[in-house]
């Protein structure tokens, strides 16, 4: 009985890593960029509230004075593409407000 139990238990633990991977490629995925805001995932970052987008790796830093927030592109694209993606935010940020000035820190 215990060999059983230590067999299922292996397995089960033996999953983990395939099943974060899967439950990592089917989450949802998506950025959303509006004249004031932009969406991660529907998590709301305002312009006015943050200074930066840096990209180091796979991993997009948004940075202001107090706090960073940390978004892994590693799920999100391919490897080749995570500098196209932070370019591509970067740049709606910049059309979608109007060419606004004050956001040119981004």
């Known amino acids: 009985m215990i060999q059983i139990l230590f067999l299922i238990l ?4 033996g999953f983990l890593p395939l099943t974060y991977v899967w439950w990592n490629y089917k989450k949802r995925k998506e950025i959303r960029i509006t004249k004031d805001c932009f969406y991660w995932n529907e998590i709301e970052y305002r312009f006015q509230e943050w200074e930066e987008i840096l990209l180091k790796e796979h991993t ?5 004075d107090t706090k960073t927030k940390l978004h892994s592109l590693f799920f999100f694209c ?5 500098l196209n993606v932070r370019n591509w935010i970067i740049k709606e940020i910049f059309l979608r ?3 606004n000035a004050d956001l040119s820190r981004f």
């Open 60 to 64: 997009l830093y948004i940075i202001n």
């Open 78 to 82: 391919l490897p080749g593409d995570y």
């Open 10 to 13: 292996s397995i089960v633990i």
């Open 97 to 99: 407000s109007g060419r």
